[in-house]
């Protein structure tokens, strides 16, 4: 299932991320990354061997 997370890059994001990929899940991360970094997505590829989709965007 693919499934978008928002806030994707920051602490609680990120862990959330790790989980649903190491689940199966296909996850696209929305992040404007005023509290976080973009980096953080090679950390979780590193970590599930898979590359998360970046969207960096701003819902409000």
Avoid at 28 to 37: A, E, I, L, M, T
Wanted: some cysteine; overall charge neutral; aromatic content about 4%.
């Amino acid at each position: 299932m693919k499934i978008i997370l928002t806030g994707g890059a920051g602490y609680i994001g990120s862990h959330t991320a790790v989980v649903l990929q190491q689940a199966g899940h296909e996850v696209v991360v929305y992040d404007n990354f005023c509290n976080s970094q973009s980096d953080l997505m090679q950390r979780i590829a590193q970590i599930t061997s898979q590359v998360p989709v970046l969207v960096r965007g701003d819902i409000r």
